[in-house]
């Protein structure tokens, strides 16, 4: 692995690691702060607004001083993660949410362009890959969060650890990025234009993490309640998605360069629904875990592909990963109160079922995904 790729694989890794940390810990700040649920969650919408804020101005950013640099700061983004541990109200909690959201989108945006320009400068795809290191960091992360209140840990201490150990290795992992010379900024748009190709790579990006945060917020209670599992298995079909997620980002740069982009994105997303089609028709413990599984796996390469598309074009890469990035997180978002409250009316299962439409949208949009360059350099 070159220096490159290993350091902007180790900021894909602690932003992972960092940024799910925090999110692992809510229950014991609700706990510390005494708050309801809707007034936790009402405080909580601090982050979507911090992180939909913060992408677009640094995509712009990104176009001015170029990506390298931004990520040099990840030191200071990744030290974000500890602010909602100091937090002594309903009120201030918001005001860390916020500021915690904007780090995190800042860096989202700078890593993933930064890993672009790395990819283009060497020989093969290695896009999906990071996004790979993404998902074992989260793991990682929200694995340590359960460990320490497992010990009895309280947040303030646990995410300074975690924070500190973080930032000296952003710091460390930054050095081996190439030089800000290398690719340095162009005078292209600061913004995305919408054109007609962008706006179908945010709809499949919008899809995508709309998959994606459906799992995350019901398959626990669609175990539970829909396919019966006990509450100690419950979690099981989450960690099935995530587990299948990471692995398959690890292949998925090998297999795009064998069969192309469009064809593993149409599969990918066609596959995702089947997965979950069957996780809802089978409706049993070891089936839902399957079909979660399933999903995972058709899943893991759609959105690093959409994003990839968006930005192999170094004129406008940093603008456009952040306007296609931002509709896929407004999906992971606002998705899963959607889902509740179709659910109220069609049931959890018929709720979910249009998921699986909403991916069969997505494989319908997958010829978007190729761009011709990138095809052509890295096939």
Known sequence: MSRARAAVTAIFFLNGVVFVSWYSRLP???????????????ALLGAPLGLL????????LAATVGSRRLVGAAPLLL????????????????LAALVVGAANGALDVSMNVEGLA?????????????????????????????????????????????VGVGAAAGRVAALGLPPAEVEPPQRGPR???????????????????????????????????????GFGLAPAGLAAFNLAMGFGRLSADGVSGRV????????????????????????????????????GCGLAAV???????????????????????????????TGPPVIGVLAEGLGLTGALACVCGLLVAAAALAGQLSTQRAERILS
């Open 28 to 42: 014991s700040i609700q706990d510390r702060l005494d708050l309801g649920t809707g007034t936790l969650g009402l």
């Open 53 to 60: 804020l913060a992408q677009p101005l640094t995509g712009a």
């Open 79 to 94: 030290a974000a993660g500890i602010v909602p541990a100091l937090a002594v109200d309903a009120g201030t909690l918001a």
């Open 118 to 162: 790395v990819e283009r400068a060497g020989e093969k795809r290695i896009f999906t890959s990071l996004h790979a290191a993404y998902s074992f960091g989260a793991l990682a992360g929200a694995a340590l969060g359960g460990l320490a209140a497992s010990a009895g840990l309280e947040p303030l201490p646990h995410l300074a650890i975690v």
């Open 191 to 229: 913004f995305a234009r919408p054109s007609r190709r962008l706006v179908a790579l945010g709809a499949i990006a919008f899809c995508a993490l709309l998959a994606e945060g459906a799992v995350f917020d019901w398959s626990g209670i669609f175990m539970r309640r829909e396919a019966s599992a």
């Open 260 to 295: 192309g982009s469009v064809r593993l994105g149409r599969a990918g997303a066609l596959l995702a629904a089947a997965g979950l089609g069957a996780a809802l028709l089978l409706s049993t413990p070891a089936g839902a875990i399957a079909g979660f599984a399933v999903m």
């Open 303 to 333: 959105f690093p592909l959409a994003l990839r598309a968006a930005g192999y074009d170094p004129a406008i890469s940093g603008p456009a990963v952040a306007a296609v990035s931002s509709v896929g997180y407004a999906g992971l978002l």
